[in-house]
């Protein structure tokens, strides 16, 4: 009996060691991501935010790319020539397909830019804007002609992802496209259960060697407490904004390190200022009272953002005084952010008519920004010292962006990040006025307008000379913030977490790209 009863438990523990280097191997090549937030669609031009673009990324490829400092790199183009200043030829690798075999060619980046750049629910017709026709040359050459000298184009077509004709011409319908997916990039889609899992298996035949990493697992976790914790216990191996007040607690644990850099992005406030009848204010006048600048400069100087640094963001944000940080083409130095002035406030509001204020919702994210609700709290606080009545409507990303872009709507918290590393991004999508057919302003929801502004702006598009290109940008931001057309509050700092099991370093786009990771 004592015989058999050794050898059952030599059995178990044998079971058990293959069971473990069964599960050692498998996790070797199996990367968990606890993300913050998952993305809006897996249709690559849908819209443009940070979450939607970096999953995508893995999908799909552009003729050229970023490396992880912003520099222009060859991608499904290997070489690329600028024979005049409207001219663009790009030479396309010709060993590349998509994950359902069928071979890349110069059609599918002519498809690509054109629906880009025409399809009404695109989020990058901006990114588009200055190209004039694309033309196939052979099945592995294409040229591009701008609309004027465009000096910056390779950093705007390395936001554009290559779709495939084939695949995107025999889809039902454009929402079929949401959740279906067929790139050249280094990972196939595996599955997407929205709000449990997007995973993702490695693409074997990817072009620049197949990855290290075979799959990937998005989990969103948007309960900052359930994301650290997730980190750990070691149920995630990297995650996403860090929530700051959980820094020092990781720092101090075992196997895993906490890692930080300047971030693109900038958390701002719009405002609704075209329409007399805005949806979500009380005005004792009856009209919106946010189309009197006096009034947008009152909420500026009203707000403590320097408060909100050191208490919300626990350190972990620079107060910002203009549209873009420092790292960003278009950045100007002698712009400073002024100091919080409520008494100034109190009396711009008198002067515009409103000595006691008046009553108005404060629309935000609950799960898109680092501390975003707690962020809206701050700021109706900080203005309910200079007489406004602020109510705070904090939502999920997913009901809060399709009411923007419904602009139902008066006053809102969002953030941008200029993802090329220049000024263009935010100038053309948010700062010029509204125009659906030319793509600019897509994102400009309080549909702030300036003739001066937008002249400036398509001025500097057509510019090759980098410092007066620099000089009409200048310009441009400097009218844009007479105007108090929007208010910034602060520039993030990116802050992720990781097993240090995982060789992974973050990369200035706020992109996480699985290509890079390896086990050590």
């Known amino acids: 009996m004592k015989t058999m009863k050794s050898g059952a438990m030599w059995l178990f523990m044998v079971s058990a060691i293959l069971v473990l280097m069964s599960g050692s191997a498998f996790a070797a090549d199996k990367v968990i991501h606890g993300a913050a937030s998952e993305p809006r669609s897996l249709d690559p031009y849908y819209h443009s935010e940070t979450p939607t673009n970096s999953m995508n990324k893995n999908i799909y490829d552009c003729l050229v790319d970023f490396d992880s400092e912003l520099n222009i790199e060859p991608a499904l183009a290997h070489k690329w020539e600028n024979p005049d200043n409207l001219t663009w030829v790009f030479h396309l690798?010709?060993?590349?397909?998509?994950?359902?075999?069928?071979?890349?060619?110069?059609?599918?980046?002519?498809?690509?830019?054109?629906?880009?750049?025409?399809?009404?629910?695109?989020?990058?017709?901006?990114?588009?804007?200055?190209?004039?026709?694309?033309?196939?040359?052979?099945?592995h050459t294409v040229k591009i002609t701008t609309k004027q000298a465009f000096g910056i184009l390779p950093r705007k077509l390395a936001q554009i992802m290559i779709m495939s004709k084939k695949f995107v011409e025999a889809a039902e319908n454009d929402e079929y496209l949401t959740d279906h997916a067929v790139g050249t990039g280094p990972y196939k889609l595996k599955e997407w259960v929205k709000g449990d899992n997007l995973t993702l298996t490695a693409n074997e035949d990817y072009f620049r060697g197949a990855p290290t990493i075979k799959e990937v697992v998005l989990k969103p976790l948007t309960n900052a407490p359930t994301r650290t914790a997730a980190l750990l216990s070691g149920e995630v191996h990297v995650m996403d904004d860090v929530p700051v007040r959980d820094v020092d607690r990781i720092q101090a644990a075992k196997n895993v390190s906490v890692s930080s850099r300047p971030s693109l992005r900038l958390i701002y406030l719009q405002m609704d200022q075209d329409r007399v009848d805005s949806p979500k204010i009380e005005s004792p006048t009856g009209k919106n009272p946010l189309m009197d600048v006096r009034v947008r400069k009152a909420l500026y100087y009203g707000i403590d953002e320097d408060a909100i640094v050191t208490h919300v963001m626990n350190g972990f944000a620079v107060p910002a005084g203009q549209l873009y940080?420092?790292?960003?083409?278009?950045?100007?130095?002698?712009?400073?952010?002024?100091?919080?002035?409520?008494?100034?406030?109190?009396?711009?509001?008198?002067?515009?008519?409103?000595?006691d204020g008046f009553g108005i919702t404060l629309d935000s994210p609950n799960d898109r920004y680092v501390n975003d609700d707690k962020i809206a709290q701050a700021i109706a606080s900080s203005l309910a010292r200079i007489g406004l009545k602020v109510k705070v409507n904090a939502i999920p990303k997913k009901t809060f962006f399709p009411m923007t872009d419904r602009r139902e709507t008066s006053f809102f918290l969002i953030g941008w990040s200029c993802a090329d590393g220049d000024a263009s991004a935010f100038l053309d999508g948010i700062a010029h006025t509204y125009d659906l057919e030319r793509g600019y302003g897509?994102?400009?929801?309080?549909?702030?307008?300036?003739?001066?502004?937008?002249?400036?702006?398509?001025?500097?598009?057509?510019?090759?000379?980098?410092?007066?290109?620099?000089?009409?940008?200048?310009?441009a931001q400097k009218l844009i913030l007479e105007d108090q057309a929007f208010i910034p509050l602060h520039f993030q700092v990116d802050i992720y977490a990781k097993s240090d099991s995982l060789d992974w370093e973050p990369r200035a786009d706020h992109y996480i790209w699985y290509y890079d990771m390896k086990f050590k």
């Open 442 to 475: 897509r994102y400009n929801r309080g549909r702030y307008t300036n003739s001066k502004v937008d002249e400036l702006i398509e001025a500097a598009s057509g510019i090759v000379d980098a410092e007066k290109r620099l000089e009409y940008m200048k310009q």
């Open 93 to 139: 690798r010709k060993d590349v397909k998509f994950h359902d075999g069928t071979p890349f060619t110069a059609h599918d980046v002519k498809f690509s830019i054109e629906r880009c750049k025409t399809w009404e629910k695109s989020g990058f017709k901006a990114t588009a804007g200055q190209i004039e026709a694309v033309e196939v040359i052979n099945d």
């Open 325 to 355: 940080p420092s790292s960003v083409f278009g950045y100007d130095d002698t712009i400073k952010r002024p100091p919080y002035d409520p008494e100034k406030a109190r009396a711009l509001l008198k002067e515009a008519g409103y000595p």
